[in-house]
C-alpha cells in the first residue's frame, strides 16, 4: 500500500511529504519553533500558586508514581499529570478524577507520546 502524498505546509515550500507529516524535513523544526514560541506561559495556561498548593496536597496523598505501580516498582511522584490533556478547559483542568501521581520520567514519557515531543508535534 502506497503511503498518501501532500505538499509541505511551510508557506511557498513545494516539497512533498507523506501523509501524515504536515512539513518536510527542511521546515519541521521552524514549525515547532514557532508553535513554541507563540504558546501561551505556564501561569497563563493555570499553572499558578492555586495549582502549585493544589499539586502539592494531591502529591501528598499519592506519593508514589501510577505509572511505575503498575510495573510493580515504586517510585517517587513529583508531577500531577492531566490523564486527559485539558488544553485550556478549566473544568477538566481541575478535575481531581483526571490527575495522577507520575515520577518525571513516566510523565516526559506519556508527554512525548501523546504530544509527539522532541519538535515532532502532533496535532
Same mark, same amino acid.
Given at each position: 500500500?502506497?503511503?498518501?502524498?501532500?505538499?509541505?505546509?511551510?508557506?511557498?515550500?513545494?516539497?512533498?511529504? *507523506?501523509? @501524515?507529516?504536515?512539513?518536510?524535513? $527542511?521546515?519541521?523544526? %521552524? #514549525?515547532?519553533?514557532?508553535?513554541? /514560541?507563540?504558546?501561551?506561559?505556564?501561569?497563563?495556561?493555570?499553572?499558578?500558586?492555586?495549582?502549585?498548593?493544589?499539586?502539592?496536597?494531591?502529591?501528598? *496523598?499519592? @506519593?508514589?508514581?501510577?505509572?511505575? $505501580?503498575?510495573?510493580? %516498582? #515504586?517510585?517517587?511522584?513529583?508531577? /500531577?499529570?492531566?490523564?486527559?490533556?485539558?488544553?485550556?478547559?478549566?473544568?477538566?483542568?481541575?478535575?481531581?478524577?483526571?490527575?495522577?501521581?507520575?515520577?518525571?520520567?513516566?510523565?516526559?514519557?506519556?508527554?512525548?507520546?501523546?504530544?509527539?515531543?522532541?519538535?515532532?508535534?502532533?496535532?
Amino acid at each position: 500500500m502506497k503511503a498518501i502524498k501532500t505538499i509541505c505546509s511551510w508557506p511557498g515550500c513545494h516539497c512533498v511529504v *507523506d501523509m @501524515p507529516e504536515r512539513y518536510c524535513l $527542511k521546515h519541521k523544526k %521552524k #514549525a515547532a519553533q514557532r508553535r513554541e /514560541v507563540n504558546r501561551l506561559t505556564a501561569h497563563q495556561r493555570g499553572y499558578n500558586s492555586e495549582w502549585r498548593r493544589a499539586r502539592a496536597l494531591f502529591l501528598a *496523598d499519592h @506519593p508514589i508514581c501510577e505509572e511505575c $505501580k503498575r510495573q510493580g %516498582k #515504586a517510585s517517587a511522584a513529583t508531577v /500531577v499529570d492531566h490523564i486527559i490533556p485539558h488544553k485550556g478547559n478549566r473544568e477538566l483542568f481541575w478535575n481531581e478524577s483526571n490527575w495522577q501521581a507520575l515520577c518525571k520520567r513516566c510523565h516526559d514519557r506519556k508527554t512525548v507520546k501523546e504530544d509527539g515531543g522532541f519538535g515532532n508535534g502532533k496535532k
